[in-house]
């Protein structure tokens, strides 16, 4: 009933009502939607570098005279919750059909198998080679063209986009045309794939464990901690966005605060009816939350149904990604403020419509 | 029922001490019937207020059910109004977005809130439109769609709602014909019969003469007080 009661007097002036409305939704929509932005931001960073941070690279230790590893080493290694995946590292000169021209390039060699752990999104086989995209622009190579390595023709099948883990001006061969070409037995890294992040740490040590029992044989580096820092700075801006969307909030408060006012003012009279047939304070200050709570309730949900749409428009055609169970988080935050933006603001009148004199409300006309 | 022993209300008006009402003791005995007559500014709305405990007086003290509530706090004197009292206004005072049936509701809604069922609640709040002559066809019609005798009726319904042994009402036939008028006062005096203790104050004659006793005040005070009828 006092549901009931609440609905009924914000359909008694509804055009009040539905700017004070407005304000919510505005408030809601812009927190929920540059939360979406910041989201996306972030989502955008994690699908570009993102990829890295499962991974482990194991390096040979140089300053105490080791250049690689050999089968043993892998072995051992193959006891961890994690893939290993050796890697052959050269670097050659590759022939460019059709352009006549020789690029001195990173040649690596993995297993066909490995590839998939890669998240390199390219297929090679014994007769064809990846590139990343900065070989790919800075040559004008695309799917399809031919390379030349030591006499032998090579498609290209794959572009893949350069990282940490292969970087720029780099090729990569299938472990086996990469033994047929240079012969060698020994891998100058390997690369540990951990599916659960929380393993990383676990892993680096156990790998520390067993390679560098007697001497420091390699070094060791996950690639998640300098993630974890720019994940940081993200979320810094991200706050910051939202925190200029809360200033439309504050506003879109005063205004229900505004119009709860005018509404206790207008109403005085039948305050001081329900306070002489029974209604204490409470019930008053009950009966306003109510309102507030209504408009609280129906601004955020439209406002946070609205930040989706403005979201999805700025992840799609700003970021060029897509939204994703954040969009839901920060839609959830925008809900959240605003019904809580409502009830702070109707707080004061609702504390005033209940502080009326009821003789004097009476004899309000 | 309701006892008034020495009771004061002074006004500050800048330096000027007004008496609203001076000195004033009165009894009402359960199911009593009495008028409150006195022109504007006697004092008369001021009595009727703090006997329903919405204003407290400067000295003196009141009872009402034997309950002294010069002592009780705002919580206090607010379940007095909602248990021991009904009030009837002049202006009829319904709630204009709510029913009939719903401005009765409205008083068992503040005293049992979801204690007391919807079908129950309801069905207690058609009892006493029954009780207060209103036929039901209008039980769901808004104030604005009643006639002013109906929205009466409406306004003693409500009274009715918490089953208080008082009835307290402020000029009730101010708004009304002398027809109409007559018959809500009928309606009062019967429900006095059924056992209510009813007060109304007023400056008519004719709606004074309703009740068993007369009181007449004057600037504050009481002048005189007159007995009808055969009792």
Sequence with gaps: MYFELAKRNLKRNLLRS??????????????????????????????????????????????????????????????????????????????????????????????????????????????????????????????????????????????????????????????????????????????????????????????????????????????????????????????????????????????????????????????????????????????????????????????AFLSLFFGYLIVHYLLKTSLSYYAIIYMLIGIFFGILTSLISALYPAYKASKLDPIKALRNE | MIKLKNVTKTYKMGEEIIYALKNINLNIKEGEFVSIMGPSGSGKSTMLNIIGCLDKPTEGEVYIDNIKTNDLDDDGLTKIRRDKIGFVFQQFNLIPILTALENVELPLIFKYRNSMSEEERRKRALKCLKMAELEEKFANHKPNQLSGGQQQRVAIARALANNPPIILADEPTGALDSKTGEKIMQLLKKLNEEGKTVVVVTHDINVARFGDRIVYLKDGEIEREEKLGGD
Excluded: H
């Design chain 1, 18 to 303: 539905i700017l004070a409305l407005l304000g919510i939704i505005i408030g809601v929509a812009a927190i929920s939607s540059l939360g979406i932005l910041g989201g996306g931001l972030k989502q955008g960073i994690m699908e570009n570098l993102g990829s890295i941070s499962n991974y482990i690279i194991v390096f040979p230790n140089y300053q105490n005279g080791y250049t690689s590893f050999d089968k043993k080493d892998v072995e051992k290694l193959r006891v961890l919750n994690c893939e290993v995946i050796p890697i052959y590292a050269t670097s050659d000169f590759v022939y460019i059909k059709g352009k006549n021209r020789r690029i001195y390039t990173n040649i690596f060699g993995i297993d066909k198998d490995d590839i998939n752990y890669l998240n390199l999104k390219v297929k090679i086989s014994d007769t064809s080679a990846a590139v990343d995209t900065f070989f790919s622009k800075a040559n004008e190579i695309n799917i399809g063209n031919q390379l030349v390595i030591k006499n032998i023709s090579f498609r290209v099948s794959g572009i893949y986009n350069s990282t940490y883990l292969f970087p720029d001006n780099s090729l990569i061969l299938t472990a086996k045309t990469y033994k047929r070409l240079y012969g060698e037995k020994k891998y100058s890294r390997i690369i540990l794939y951990v599916r659960d992040i929380n393993n990383i740490d676990k892993i680096k040590k156990e790998t520390e464990r067993i390679l560098n029992k007697k001497e420091k044989k390699c070094i060791i580096i996950a690639l998640n901690s300098i993630l974890e820092a720019i994940n940081g700075v993200i979320t810094k801006v991200s706050y910051f966005l939202m925190g200029i969307g809360a200033i439309s909030l504050l506003v879109a408060g005063i205004g229900i605060g505004n119009v709860m006012l005018m509404s206790v003012v207008e109403r005085t009279k039948e305050i001081g009816v329900m306070r002489s047939i029974g209604a204490s304070k409470k019930d008053i200050i009950i009966l306003f939350l109510y309102e507030a709570l209504i408009l609280g309730i129906i601004g955020s949900l439209i406002g």
